[in-house]
């Protein structure tokens, strides 16, 4: 009897036990408690889903990889911050298989596999390239086996992010047969940072490149860059602004450069520089610049072999010329291939190519959408075989709202790829929800005609089209010094909609919103289905309440607030007591003809062109029918009243996840809706105030009133 | 026997379940796990000692307070977490005193305490003050208790800050008897932010104050910069850079620094705003900003009015005028008392104060140290009683060595402070390690004879010798986005030592030095020991391979590395092929005539003057004597390589700490240390090497000869 009062009294002390180490694994932690963004989309929270979280733990009883490159140690630690939270375990590795639930990671060459699966394994990857992975369940030497495999360690690499992945959104490892590999070859980050640390369009703090620190101290954080970037396929990050500052091609700064490098190399990142063109005279003493120069091409030959001494790998050169008063080969009487292919050839013995942006103008014509088209089409198939042509998404820059850029499908003979923007620039900065996913999809998707029915951009800049031997995808992205990386968290979504785009292009933008908000805030079915609703209506939102109907460039100065009154934007509106739109017909700058028919007559005739695109291409009259009965004015009134009821919507659906997600991202993302929301009204009133103007025509009493005067918006400065 | 074997299993299966816990207590955590500095003094380690964790567990038994301010619940915030973290516990708040081990944090008025206690607390309570406290351990009702009370709220806080250092920093709380109050009023720190978030002299990314997202989004930052800033009992901030921009007063700005005053106020920290003294021409209109012009007077008021509408708590004003380019009252012939007492007229029905800057000077002389003491010692008496003058600690600048300013002393009718500067602005910026508590301490403790021998600067500054009705402490810190606030971790320390000093000048600044080690690193003896030796060699180091023997001024234009060379440079080193330093003496500008006697004389005469102050008031041949035997020269030569030499040993010292402290800031540090060294030698070489084309004496063979040649030096920019 006492026994059993003993055995009571040990499972009472059992009891406490338990729940004092329970206790102190909730409040024991003392370090801060707190959602601060940081860890991006690798958060790897704990499964909550009792039987996966059963399933995922039998599948990861050990994991057998051969940890021989820095690539592989990457992968080892990577599961390990991982599986520690997913599954709250330390991964067991072993170097054989011997039991069920291993996971393997292996190339085919590993001396681990047997011949057999060997050969099966070096069939199947045939397919998959370089970059690319098979992740597969299947019975290794009798034991039960998850294999990774891949022809090189960065595609097991891909394949490790992969299967976090599938664990970190809920799927089920039971039955894996999957073989992935990237459609574009080029998936670079594009960071506009200055030697200052100061970050042109970016609005979340300094560069992540801390110059005066470099090379000797290592900051983690640019491993958890190369985690964050790998981990979405991205290879390339061209670390400086397009504007570039010459500087950064110095011993000095090579050497600081090279640090960066090493960091990223395990993670498959490939480092490129911008260049200014002028480097010869700036640098070198040269007193010209002239790509056709044989001193010229010498010094580039020797600077080129001086990167590469240092950094091995260097993946090459970004180049913005001749363009917004940047230097570059017409100074000498040069076309941008004299240009390009200057760089090339002193970069071609080394692997490297150049980057060639296509965005030029020079104020030379009327319609400065033109110019890339009428100045890059004439010099196609003059590029050295290693230079990429970069191409903005639309035609003049990147706006909320226009059209795909004409180049997509006119240049059979030059390697173009494109480019993205991730960084809020035309959107709102760091202040204003916004996923862009369903942007870069809509390009993605359009439909060039350029080989008849069904050539989509993503086809032509993935090769399929004309047979590119380089092809790529760009994303200009603004992370910095912030705690977050991007200030506004859901900026992050955008970075990532990117990157697994530049991966496939064909993914659909509403899953790789559901998988960002899994891996970022919860696996909930309630708080998927409140922030994918958010995510899907915030992209036409910001159209609607800024620029809808085509219309483009009416921001201010610094392009956050709006300026429909400036000297730039009625360039681009041309509001008038007649109408409202830029005429791009073939009665005006004829901008139409450079699409492939039957895009060309689509777009210029008003019947058939979609309306959102209306402003773009035709000036319309302030009565003209709409489609949906109403006048072109009511229907301006409509989209920037739509617009501002749409970020209301936002902010209801928001205000949901309170206590069903971390109160500290909860709270910032409120407050700054209710930016949003602020500033939302004020370009719906501050654009139809002063449109109203030249169309004397009233805001329909059913709608809200303007909340201030015209001249109250002409105020505000930002 | 079955039972017994039951029992085994059933102590297995406790050992395995609490194994299962430490286990995920360790491994489950998928927070950052990373220190990464943020915490700062406040990190709240778990206390390691087991029988100092058990005394402080029995002291904590049950927390009694009223929470009834926002004070109150700052007091159970900071409990909750401090608990967490030092003993795992969360505390256990109740209205009354019901068993042994209470903490009892009061005022006497709290209804809670009987008559008697009451009593004896109020007049316990009489010399300490509105933010002094007592700490002390009692018998409450015939319970042991401990009692934390004050005069106020704040006094509390004060006190519970007080009590959690003690056990971070492993001190018995079994007889507590403790009486604090500060030495002077106003403990502010200087933030020199600017409007667009650049910080002068600021080294650690952008200004916390994220003026787009304010009024909106409360960081959560900016608690935690309050909670940091109340423990080390700072109860002021300037948020503004001296160089003012005006738009900071308009309605906008205050609107956001409002809702950064209602966010500090429970921690009594009170906001004052540096503000531009051509304010009313340029933001009211007026053709003038004459202190004595009625306009002018009215416009003051009527702002002051306007901002303590929406801060009904505002500090005040910090001015810098007539200095450096800002306007001031000199422009309308006006003195500086006319212009400060403008402002002090107008703050003073709202309790406002004026801090006026005496860092003036014009180029009018030719000796510019002179310039303060010259311009305001006639002014004594001027300035109305809520006037305070802040005085550099210098009468150059925040030089690493220089004699105390001569105003300390010398304005026996005016209010005055003494203003330090934290962030490292002659000092390595954020990359060199340096602890600045000796250097204040040194100035503090410097005896201006101002009333006779043992007149310290730290008496007259708390009011002790010339009766100030405003007394006070201002400390210019750098903290910005940075996550550790600071960029280098030990720039923490002269901040936790600039607060500690303003709290009590007298304390010993290698206690506070080890306070801070306590509670930033480790409790443990040897880390201690190292880390304490590092920080007292830094301030030593760092004059000896930069500025040794009084020479000043002698950085580049951004006073990161060294440029002798400079036109500045020579105007303060006067080095020719006699000698070098600069005569002060009455031979020459007489600066020296600026302090009391007898050290005027002291400072006057070659032969009484501290060394290490030589060429500050003297210009001294090369072949002089100095005590050591050696020749100027020689002993300059020394100087420079014992600099270079202390860095070395830092680094050696810190290597010690590889594991025994976290691979985070153990890498970081030692990274910066590796610069630090590098920099050295760039100091020691470009100096010596200059100042021998003066000298034409060789540097002795014992010591490392330079490593680049002069020309090398001289190409290097920053």
Redesign the interface.
């Known amino acids: 009897m006492t026994?059993v009062v003993?055995?009571l009294r040990?499972?009472l002390?059992?009891f406490s036990?338990?729940m004092l180490?329970?206790?102190?694994?909730v409040?024991?932690?003392?370090?801060?408690?707190?959602e601060d963004g940081?860890?991006m989309w690798l958060?790897?929270?704990?499964v909550k889903n009792i039987e996966l979280l059963e399933q995922y733990k039998s599948r990861f009883a050990s994991v057998v990889l051969n940890d021989n490159s820095g690539t592989m140690s990457a992968i080892k630690k990577e599961l390990k911050?991982g599986l520690?939270?997913l599954l709250?375990?330390?991964p067991q590795f072993r170097r054989t298989i011997d039991r069920d639930g291993a996971i393997l990671i292996s190339t085919p060459e590993s001396p681990a596999l047997k011949t057999s699966l060997k050969k099966v394994l070096i069939k199947e990857l045939k397919s998959v390239g370089n970059e690319g992975f098979i992740l597969q369940k299947r019975s290794v030497n009798g034991y039960d086996t998850t294999i990774i495999s891949a022809n090189t360690d960065i595609g097991l690499l891909y394949g490790t992010f992969h299967l976090l992945r599938l664990m970190q959104t809920g799927k089920s490892l039971s039955r894996l047969n999957i073989k992935e590999f990237p459609e574009v070859q080029l998936r670079v980050a594009n960071h506009w940072d200055n030697i200052d640390r100061s970050v042109e369009r970016g609005y979340a703090?300094?560069s992540l490149w801390d110059w005066?620190?470099l090379p000797?101290?290592?900051?983690?954080r640019y491993t958890d860059y190369a985690r964050l970037s790998s981990s979405v396929g991205i290879n390339g990050v061209v670390i400086n602004n397009v504007n570039a500052n010459a500087e950064f091609i110095t011993s000095r700064y090579l050497d600081r450069i090279a640090t960066l490098a090493n960091i990223f190399r395990p993670y498959g990142i490939k480092i490129y520089l911008s260049i200014n063109f002028n480097s010869p005279q700036l640098l070198g003493n040269l007193n010209t610049a002239d790509p056709l120069d044989e001193d010229v091409r010498e010094w580039w030959r020797s600077k080129v072999q001086e990167i590469y001494n240092k950094i091995p790998d260097m993946g090459g050169f970004l180049v913005k010329a001749d363009s917004e008063g940047q230097p570059g080969p017409n100074t000498y009487g040069r076309t941008h291939s004299d240009g390009a292919n200057l760089l090339a050839d002193a970069l071609k013995p080394h692997g490297g190519i150049v980057m060639w942006r296509a965005f030029v103008y020079g104020e030379k014509q009327e319609d400065r959408i033109r110019e890339a088209y009428d100045e890059f089409v004439p010099l196609d198939g003059e590029f050295n075989d290693n230079v990429i042509l970069q191409v903005k998404k639309g035609p003049l820059d990147f706006m909320p709202m226009e059209p795909f850029s004409p180049l997509f499908g006119a240049m059979p003979n030059t390697n173009t790829m494109i480019e993205f923007q991730v960084t809020q620039e035309y959107l709102g900065?760091?202040?204003h929800l916004l996923y862009k996913g369903k942007m870069y999809n809509k390009i993605l998707m359009s439909d060039t005609y350029a080989h008849g029915k069904g050539t989509l951009v993503g086809d032509i800049i993935s090769g399929k089209i004309f047979k590119y031997n380089l092809t790529g995808m760009a994303g200009v992205i603004n992370p910095g010094?912030?705690?977050n990386w991007t200030g506004h968290p859901f900026v992050q979504s955008s970075w990532y909609a990117f990157g697994r785009l530049a991966w496939n292009y064909q993914l659909d933008p509403d899953k790789i919103a559901r998988e960002w908000i899994q891996m970022t805030f919860s696996n909930e079915e309630k708080v998927v289905e409140k922030i994918q609703k958010i995510m899907s209506i915030s992209s036409e939102a910001a159209v609607n309440y800024r620029e809808p109907l085509g219309l483009t460039h009416i921001g201010t100065g610094s392009h956050y607030g709006p300026a429909p009154w400036s000297k730039r934007s009625q360039i681009f509106h041309h509001a008038d007591e007649v109408g409202i739109g830029f005429n791009r017909s073939t009665s005006g700058s004829s901008a139409v003809s450079q699409y492939h028919e039957p895009l060309a007559s689509e777009f210029n005739n008003l019947s058939t062109i979609p309306e959102e695109l209306l402003l773009w291409f035709h000036h319309v009259r302030w009565d003209y029918t709409m489609k949906s009965g109403n006048s072109l004015w009511e229907e301006l009134v409509n989209h920037y009243h739509v617009g501002v009821n749409q970020v209301r919507e936002m902010q209801e659906l928001w205000d949901f996840l309170e206590n069903e997600i971390d109160t500290?991202r909860f709270?910032?993302v409120k407050?700054?809706l209710?930016?949003q929301e602020r500033d939302a009204v004020r370009w719906r009133d501050a654009c139809l105030l002063y449109f109203q103007s030249f169309s004397r025509k009233e805001i329909p009493k059913r709608y809200e009133q303007p909340k201030h005067s015209l001249q109250y918006y002409k105020s505000l400065k930002e």
């Open positions: 026994v003993n055995l040990f499972k002390m059992i036990i338990v180490f329970i206790a102190r694994d409040q024991g932690n003392n370090l801060p408690s707190f940081h860890r958060r790897y929270e704990t911050i520690k939270g709250s375990i330390a703090g300094l005066k620190t000797n101290y290592k900051d983690p900065n760091a202040n010094t912030a705690r500290e709270n910032h407050s700054l209710e930016i």
